[in-house]
Structure formats: structure tokens, C-alpha cells
């Protein structure tokens, strides 16, 4: 039997209005969604004028960044044709979104679950996405 | 073309936090969702040691009392072997969700969205979402 | 931030290790698969002999007996028409295995996991499971 | 009629344990699969520490390397855009995993069945993969 850490529903709730404070701030409207440590979602919210499309591709994102341990823009490059990945984002019933804007939250090295953003450019959805990880990382 | 109405995100949280509110008055903690008239994910909660296997269920609870306009409590009824929609839940990819605890949210006599409420009995899960439509609709 | 408890892989292997010891007793070969505290696969083993099909429906059993900290014997009840949960196996995209053979595995109060067993009938299913669950809690 | 061989259920639990030590002296955890000659699930193994999406993924390797009976390093390469497989990771429902780390077993010229291995890089995952079957090959 292990112990492990995981977010809650009150630091994804955090997390996600730190999202949304800086979706404002650059006027692009996000979907934000949070997953704990198993991967199952937290906590989800999708901002008046912004994709439908993107309420699946925001959850896919929180997921990937947890199932792989990793910022999924950092797995964008490993799933282009002819590098280590390329063919991932088949697996996993298409759950795995392998663009940027997944990003994992970590308590010192352990990753306590991750934060996914859909809703505008890969650099758009990472700077939301990071901006809401570090914030929270904070306090 | 036509005007429509329909619930923002600022009514979806306060949608969730009313029905968080019911959850922990009476202690069964709860996945809660709710859509947009459009069917569309808003907001969702999944509260602490609230059932992982009820996150798919609340929303499909919301999407399935707005697909039909209906509470999911009276779908229940009509998709029993021998009654009108028998098989409803193998439609829309398994989305329909035909237990009790999806109530649509109304602004008059017009649909405008919907909540999704999945975590204890079919009572219990009915009457956090009906609590929380209520005090909204009370304003 | 909450700190959790979850089986590890030894823990998976022994339980499907017992699970195997019961199943030859009885002579009834099975797939066995036991899940973390997420939900998540952490071992599995498919006796020679026993039923191709089991291998999808033994995962599942253990994937909703965590999902639900149920076991999946009541579930069956509750899943029959008329009953609170009736179409549950539809959602969560097929996994939600209603039939029993699938056992939490708890600490104190606490689920840990869980182990689903398929390959024979309902209660031969379920003797396993819980001859598994039982001699790894006595440790 | 025919007469064919396969791996059983004592070889895959073989092969895991050779997979498992190889990833424990490398340091890189691991999930691993065995396949039989059907191409069904036989065993499966997820290391503390190792990916959650890689479940999915090592099962698909085994898969892969049996259904097509080539190492998936080599299906890799033809499946590239512009190559003769472009596209078959969309076939057989997102099963076929065309990075490296799926390895046929054989015994002479004969398939008996598969391991796949996912949690590193593609060279780690080979690398396990080569060495749980070179290791079983020498008996």
C-alpha cells in the first residue's frame, strides 16, 4: 500500500479562477478543466463566448498532462511524425491531447494532478494554463 | 432567425455552489454539471469522496434533461422494457443518462439549460438538483 | 491538498495471485484484474482456459467496484428495470460492468482499489473475488 | 484444421517479471503486456511510478506487434506520412500503437505471441521489450 497526494475540489475550484482571471486579462475566453492525481476531473468551467469544442479538448489536455507526467506542449513535439510519440493520440480512446495547454501541478516533485485550456492559440491556451499552475503554485 | 436564452457561467456556478450547499446539508457528497441551452458543458464539480464513476453520469444527467426537456426522473419511467423509449440509453452514444437527477432549468416556460446531479440514491441525487434549480429559479 | 492511500502493484499481484489459488481450487479458470485507488489497471492475468470475453468485463467489474465503492453484486440490484440505477451500464462508455465478481478493496473505511473477476457464473465470479479481497485483508 | 502454439498465462507472467527487472536496473518504471497468439490480453503489469496512460499503450503494442506480426519500432517507419501504412493507427478501433516497445515472441519461425512495453522513451521501451523476450528466448 502506497500514501499518495492529491489536488481537491477547492485548490481545482483555485486553480480554475486563476485560469479565468488571466483568460480575462488577455480578453480570450478558455475552457478550463482540473483533474487530481488519478486523473478523474475535479472541476470544469467553460467562459461565456468561448469554443464548444473546446470542453473536450480542455479535459483531454488536464488528462494527458497527468497520465504522461508532462506539459503536452512538451508532448506536441514528441508526437510529430517521425519522433518517439507520433501516433499517441490514437491511444487512450482519443483522450490524449497532444497540443499545448496541459499543464501538471506538482506538490515539490510528485504530480498532484493538472490543469488543462482549450480555447484560443497553443501559446494562448499554455500562458493560461501556466499562469493559473504557478499562481496556485504560490499559495 | 431567432432570439434565444439560455444560462451563463456565472449562473452555472452559482447553480453548483447552491447545489454543493443542499450536498453538505445533508451529507452525500456530489458530482454536479450543468449545460447550457445548447446542451453544452458550463460548469462541473466533483466533490471530495463523491463517486469517480458519477463524474460521466451527472453530465450525462444534465445534457440528457435538456436533449428532452424533461426531468430524467420521468425519462426513468418512459424507458422501462415494454414503455415508450425503452432503449434510450443505447442512443446519442450512450449520453442519455435515464435515472433520476437531471432537472431542467427554465426562465418562464422556456428551457434554458439544465443540471446534472450524481452521487447517492436516485432520490438523494433528485433532490440536490431540484434544491438547487429552486433556489435558483428564487433568484 | 488531501493526502490518499492506494494499492501498489505488489499488493495487485498477490490479490490476483490468491484469486488464482481459489479459482483452481474450484476448477474454474478466470481473468483477474485488480485496480489502484484511480481506477487505474495495475495488474491482470487470464487463466489458461477461461473466457477470451472476460478479459474486458473482469476489468471492468474492478473499475466499478472502485467507481461506485460498491460491489458490483449489489449494483446488479440496483440496475434492474425499475431500480434506482436502470441504463447505468450505458454510461462511462461501456465499462460500468453491472454483474457480480467485482469486490472494493478497503483499508479501515478507506477503498484502496478494488478486484473484478469474470469467467464462470455470477456467484462463482463473485467466490473468487471475495476469497481474494478476504485473504488479502487478513494480510 | 489446425494445430497452433501460444504463449500461456506461466510465460506472460515470464516475460513481465524479465520486463520488470530489466526497468527496475534501468530505473525507468514500466508498464508491460503479454498477448497470446489470438492477440488477447494474457498478463499486465503497471510499475509504482509509471505513466497512467501508458496502460492503454503497452496492451496496444502487444497488440500491434502480434496483429501484424513485426516489431512496432519497424511499424513505426511505415507508417509515417508519405509511407505504405500512413493512417492504419486509425484502424482497429485506435489499437495499433506505431512507436516502438511492441515485440513479437516466437518460437522458431512462429508467432506465439507478443509483450509490450510503455513508460520511457522509445529506445527505453524497446530496449525492455527486446530484453523480456531475448530472456524468455534462452529459457
Given at each position: 500500500?502506497?500514501?499518495?497526494q492529491?489536488l481537491?475540489?477547492?485548490?481545482?475550484?483555485?486553480?480554475?479562477?486563476?485560469?479565468?482571471?488571466?483568460?480575462?486579462?488577455?480578453?480570450?475566453?478558455?475552457?478550463?478543466?482540473?483533474?487530481?492525481?488519478?486523473?478523474?476531473?475535479?472541476?470544469?468551467?467553460?467562459?461565456?463566448?468561448?469554443?464548444?469544442?473546446?470542453?473536450?479538448?480542455?479535459?483531454?489536455?488536464?488528462?494527458?498532462?497527468?497520465?504522461?507526467?508532462?506539459?503536452?506542449?512538451?508532448?506536441?513535439?514528441?508526437?510529430?511524425?517521425?519522433?518517439?510519440?507520433?501516433?499517441?493520440?490514437?491511444?487512450?480512446?482519443?483522450?490524449?491531447?497532444?497540443?499545448?495547454?496541459?499543464?501538471?501541478?506538482?506538490?515539490?516533485?510528485?504530480?498532484?494532478?493538472?490543469?488543462?485550456?482549450?480555447?484560443?492559440?497553443?501559446?494562448?491556451?499554455?500562458?493560461?494554463a501556466?499562469?493559473?499552475?504557478?499562481?496556485f503554485?504560490r499559495?
Amino acid at each position: 500500500m502506497r500514501t499518495t497526494q492529491t489536488l481537491d475540489l477547492n485548490d481545482a475550484r483555485t486553480i480554475i479562477d486563476l485560469g479565468i482571471a488571466e483568460a480575462e486579462r488577455t480578453g480570450n475566453p478558455m475552457n478550463i478543466a482540473v483533474v487530481d492525481a488519478g486523473g478523474c476531473l475535479l472541476a470544469f468551467a467553460r467562459m461565456d463566448d468561448s469554443w464548444r469544442g473546446s470542453v473536450d479538448i480542455a479535459i483531454g489536455k488536464a488528462w494527458a498532462a497527468r497520465a504522461f507526467d508532462v506539459e503536452t506542449k512538451a508532448l506536441a513535439k514528441l508526437a510529430q511524425p517521425g519522433a518517439d510519440f507520433y501516433g499517441i493520440h490514437a491511444s487512450n480512446d482519443g483522450k490524449v491531447m497532444i497540443f499545448a495547454g496541459g499543464v501538471p501541478i506538482k506538490e515539490g516533485e510528485t504530480v498532484i494532478g493538472a490543469v488543462g485550456v482549450s480555447g484560443g492559440t497553443g501559446k494562448e491556451d499554455e500562458s493560461v494554463a501556466e499562469a493559473a499552475a504557478q499562481a496556485f503554485a504560490r499559495g
